[in-house]
């Protein structure tokens, strides 16, 4: 669980992550969480079922606690319990059950946060559809756009993405907010915004929200586009569609700058757990994970597991 964060997209956000970290069936180039280390479609019980509801339960039951406090405070926990997290939750089989048991907690509304590319099996449609507001993905009109953008497990292709968010959509009765994320070079030429019109118009979303990369990602060089070539695209692609990327989180650089080094320090004085980190540095736990990763990928620490708990160390 992370949060609740307040987010552009929900409103005040409640997480529940339900697939380790980086375990996609993507490994696109823009992620803020860097590369996946384990690219699959197999759907897997990554989690106790019972143990997310039960931490979910007590989370709720803290903050409500905590607003009774406050007198005439009618103000929900959070406007979303969000589904996502560190790696794509559709390959958690046990999905459908999270939903479900979700739902007999709270009556806060469900989102799931997907990059879509399993919307084309039916069990996993059959899943989603128990949501309240699904957000998948969409970043490309064609395969090799597809392939350079998002870099997918080999069994998937961008036909696999746009039938099956189609197929999802005559199928769910609640709301899609379809992402697009541009890469300046990559997915933004006048023939690519083109095909991914077209692809928008098959598939029938409520909204089309465009995003770019406004803060640290996976890969170097890859290019956010600025407010005003953003604007002039989501004009193109029609009324429904909004800018949601977030031009003051530039802001946030500095910010990770500045947590980097506690994380860091902290790892130098002693070996922490994700846990330890979150906790010593009153960070979240996916925050906690950008970090750690960012490090890993330059060598300055390195994890080891004792009894079953993986610890990070500063070399």
């Not at 009774?68 to 405070?73: H, M, P, R, S, V």
């Not at 806060?108 to 949501?131: H, S």
């Not at 080999?154 to 379809?178: P, T, V």
Request: with cysteine; aromatic share 6%; hydrophobic share 35%.
């Amino acid at each position: 669980m992370y949060g609740p964060v307040p987010s552009r997209r929900l409103g005040l956000s409640l997480g529940v992550d339900i697939v380790p970290f980086k375990v996609c069936t993507l490994d696109c180039v823009y992620c803020q969480l860097g590369k996946t280390s384990e690219k699959t479609i197999e759907r897997k019980n990554y989690f106790n079922v019972e143990a997310v509801l039960a931490e979910l339960r007590e989370i709720l039951r803290c903050a409500q606690n905590d607003k009774g406090k406050a007198q005439n405070d009618k103000k929900r926990v959070a406007d979303f319990i969000t589904i996502s997290g560190s790696g794509e939750p559709t390959l958690n089989f046990r999905l459908g059950e999270i939903v479900e048991g979700i739902k007999k907690t709270t009556d806060i509304p469900v989102a799931i946060l997907t990059n879509g590319t399993l919307l084309y099996r039916q069990d996993v449609r059959a899943d989603c559809v128990k949501a309240d507001v699904v957000l998948p993905s969409l970043d490309a009109g064609d395969e090799k756009t597809f392939q350079r953008v998002n870099r997918p497990h080999k069994d998937i292709s961008i036909e696999n993405l746009i039938g099956g968010l189609c197929a999802f959509r005559n199928e769910f009765a609640g709301r899609i907010w379809l992402e697009v994320f541009l890469v300046e070079g990559l997915n933004t030429g006048a023939e690519q915004i083109g095909k991914i019109k077209d692809a928008i118009e098959r598939i029938g979303p409520d909204k089309v929200q465009l995003n770019t990369a406004v803060r640290p990602v996976a890969e170097p060089g890859v290019k956010r586009l600025d407010a005003e070539k953003l604007r002039a695209i989501a004009k193109e692609l029609g009324e429904k569609c909004e800018v949601v990327a977030d031009f003051s989180r530039e802001q946030w650089t500095r910010h990770i700058e500045h947590k980097a080094e506690d994380v860091l320090s902290m790892l130098k004085r002693r070996p922490g757990s994700l846990n330890d980190i979150c906790s010593g540095l009153g960070i979240g736990r996916n925050e906690a994970l950008k970090y750690i990763s960012h490090f890993q990928q330059q060598g300055v620490i390195y994890s080891e597991e004792k009894d079953g708990i993986i610890f990070f160390k500063a070399n």
